[in-house]
């Protein structure tokens, strides 16, 4: 595309990209520098797409945040940017991180949790 002008055509293929039949996740991170994540939707036949990700830099301010505030921040950033694709999942949507404590927050939200994850709904 950087060669030569082309014409951008919506079709079958770009309609396919996201599936509301297919099992979405959220995974998130975060580090001291930076909030991450990615939207992946798991095919059928055992295959992941990755349909969104993003990332940032953290402020002067968020870089004395606790690890929990981070995690919890990174949950919210990842919800900002996915907003767009989870109004349009009928179905739970699966939020994955890698801090544990995070899990009991949710609890107090009373959000639901199975396992390590927890569902949106």
């Given amino acids: 595309m950087t ?3 082309s ?3 919506f079709n079958h293929h770009c309609q396919a990209l996201v599936s509301v039949a297919l099992r979405s996740v959220i995974l998130t991170d975060a580090s001291a ?5 990615a939207l992946v939707q798991h095919g059928l036949d055992g ?3 990755l349909i969104s ?3 940032r830099s953290l402020n002067p301010v968020e870089k004395r945040y ?3 505030e981070l995690e919890a921040l990174g949950a919210v950033f990842a919800i900002q940017k996915c907003s767009f694709y989870m109004l ?5 949507l699966i939020f994955i ?7 009991g927050f949710f609890q107090r939200l009373g959000l639901k949790v199975v396992g390590a994850n927890v569902c949106f709904e």
Avoid: E, H, R, V
Wanted: proline share 12%; with cysteine.
């Fill in 88 to 92: 349009g999942f009928p179905t739970s």
């Fill in 66 to 68: 606790t690890p929990l």
């Fill in 3 to 5: 060669s030569m002008p």
């Fill in 33 to 37: 520098a930076i909030i991450n994540f």
């Fill in 7 to 9: 014409k951008f055509s």
């Fill in 47 to 49: 295959t992941s797409k």
């Fill in 53 to 55: 990700c993003g990332s």
């Fill in 97 to 103: 991180s890698d801090y544990q404590p995070l899990i």
